[in-house]
Every structure is written in structure tokens, then in C-alpha cells.
């Protein structure tokens, strides 16, 4: 195993076992234990840099780890789009959490997937792309095996 795979594998132990340590030398203690499983063990500097960042993450209240995946939103998004656009909001959530950090299509059938007749989609869409929360990069239309394909900025 690679190094940075190592640390990468002792770093997401610490962040699980972070949510049931009392404090950080609790957590330094479980994570030499797992180093030592290593065939080759990252040297004690390095350990030392991966409970402090996994323990950081917890004392600010960001490790997710063991309590399922989230969809994050910033402020303005909830109080205006969901005000006023809730189908929008709706396909945005859908959209962060199945998609980000890749290209997507929205087409009649992810309308038909998530139960929404097309033009739903395309006034949720439209709503999207008015307010800068997705952009076209590819218009499709060319033909039946051509969608619009969008992007998060």
C-alpha cells in the first residue's frame, strides 16, 4: 500500500472513531493502533497530522463520517429559491446530491424518473439557469440521442 493510500486509510479511521473519543489523545491512541496494522507504518509525524486534522473536523462539527451523506445550501439559495421556486430547490437538491462535480442531462426521462411531467422540469431548469445555480454547456437538439447537457459552475 502506498503511502498516500495509507493516509488517506488512517485519516477516514480517524474521522470515524473521532465521534467516540473523549479527546484527542483518546484518538491518537486508536489511530497508532491502526497504523501498526500497516505493513510499512507511517512514521509518527505523519499520524500525528492525521488525528489533528480528522480532530479539527470534529471539534468544528464537520465529520459527516458514519452519519450519512449531505446536501449543503447556502443561506440565500433556501430563502429565495425555495420561497419562491420550491420545484427548483427540489431539483437542485436532487441535482447536488447525484450529480456534483460532473456534467448532467435533463431530459424527459430523469423528468419521468423523478416523477415530474417535462415542462415541470424545464420551468425547475429554467429557474436553475436564471439564477446562475447551473449552466448549459451544451444545448443538445440535434437530434433524439442529443440532450442539453448542464454543469454546475
Keep these: 500500500m502506498s503511502e498516500a493510500k495509507r493516509n488517506d486509510t488512517l485519516w477516514r479511521e480517524c474521522m470515524k472513531h473521532a465521534r467516540g473519543c473523549q479527546n484527542l489523545k483518546e484518538l491518537m491512541g486508536r489511530a497508532m493502533q491502526t497504523n501498526a496494522t ?29 452519519i450519512g451523506g449531505r446536501v449543503n445550501f447556502a443561506a440565500d439559495e433556501v430563502d429565495d429559491l425555495a420561497a419562491q421556486y420550491p420545484r427548483a430547490f427540489a431539483l437542485l437538491s436532487l441535482l447536488r446530491r447525484h450529480h456534483w462535480g460532473r456534467d448532467f442531462y435533463l431530459t424527459k426521462s430523469y423528468a419521468a424518473s423523478i416523477g415530474w411531467a417535462p415542462n415541470t422540469l424545464k420551468a425547475a431548469r429554467d429557474a436553475l439557469a436564471t439564477a446562475g445555480l447551473i449552466i448549459c454547456v451544451h444545448p443538445g437538439g440535434k437530434g433524439p440521442n442529443d440532450p442539453p447537457v448542464y454543469r454546475f459552475p
Design 38 to 66: 500497516f505493513y510499512e507504518p507511517l512514521p509518527a509525524e505523519e499520524v500525528l497530522r492525521v488525528v489533528a486534522s480528522a480532530w479539527e473536523y470534529e471539534t468544528q462539527g464537520k465529520n459527516w463520517f458514519g
